[in-house]
Structures are given as structure tokens and as C-alpha cells.
Nanobody, 116 residues
Framework: QVQLVESGGGLVQPGGSVRLSCAAS????????MGWHRQAPGKQRELVAR???????GYVDSVKGRFSVSRDNAKNTVYLQMNSLKPEDTAVYYC??????????WGQGTQVTVSS
């Protein structure tokens, strides 16, 4: 089984930037998709960004142009670069990796708070 550990969250001012990291205990090379989800207080968890095994990326409309997801296969790590942060980006961010056969794995989450 794969364990995921997110890091990089914290308090940031509106307009600022944060880079989240998700380190996997197993290889991400074989993953079919890696995603970042977030859950704000009182809200459903939503997918905000994903990257497929072949490097294709996708984003929810609210973060397009501001967030960028990437991966480093050698480090078994997926990243979420978040720029031009807004208070509405405040949430717990979770890393999710899906493998074709073994299924879905989740990290413990990292808090991102955007506030002045």
C-alpha cells in the first residue's frame, strides 16, 4: 500500500503563493492520475487539480491560471503551486493518487489559510 504525506501548507496573505508537496512512499510513475482536492469549512471536498500519468493536467475553473500541478517521478512527489491566493482558497488540501489496480490513496491533508 502507498502512504502519502502532504506538506507546505500554512498561513499566507491574499495574493501570496504557496507550494504544496505530496510525497508518496511508492512510485508515482505507475499512477494513472494524481490529484489535489480541498475541503473548506462546511463545504464538500472538491477536486482542484490533477495530473495524469502522461503529464496531462486539469484544473477546476476557480483556480485556472493561478494553480499549477506538477510531478517529479524521481522523488515520487507531486506538487501544487498556488499563486495569487484568495481567501476563498482557504481549505484543507489533500493529495490523492489513483492506481489502475490497487485503487485510490489519500494523504492526511495540509491546511492552507489565506488571510491578512
Amino acid at each position: 500500500q502507498v502512504q502519502l504525506v502532504e506538506s507546505g501548507g500554512g498561513l499566507v496573505q491574499p495574493g501570496g503563493s504557496v507550494r504544496l508537496s505530496c510525497a508518496a512512499s511508492g512510485s508515482i510513475f505507475s499512477a494513472i492520475v494524481m490529484g489535489w482536492h480541498r475541503q473548506a469549512p462546511g463545504k464538500q471536498r472538491e477536486l482542484v487539480a490533477r495530473i495524469t500519468g502522461d503529464g496531462s493536467t486539469g484544473y477546476v475553473d476557480s483556480v485556472k491560471g493561478r494553480f499549477s500541478v506538477s510531478r517529479d517521478n524521481a522523488k515520487n512527489t507531486v506538487y501544487l503551486q498556488m499563486n495569487s491566493l484568495k481567501p476563498e482558497d482557504t481549505a484543507v488540501y489533500y493529495c490523492n493518487i489513483i492506481y489502475a489496480r490497487s485503487g485510490s490513496y489519500w494523504g492526511q491533508g495540509t491546511q492552507v489559510t489565506v488571510s491578512s
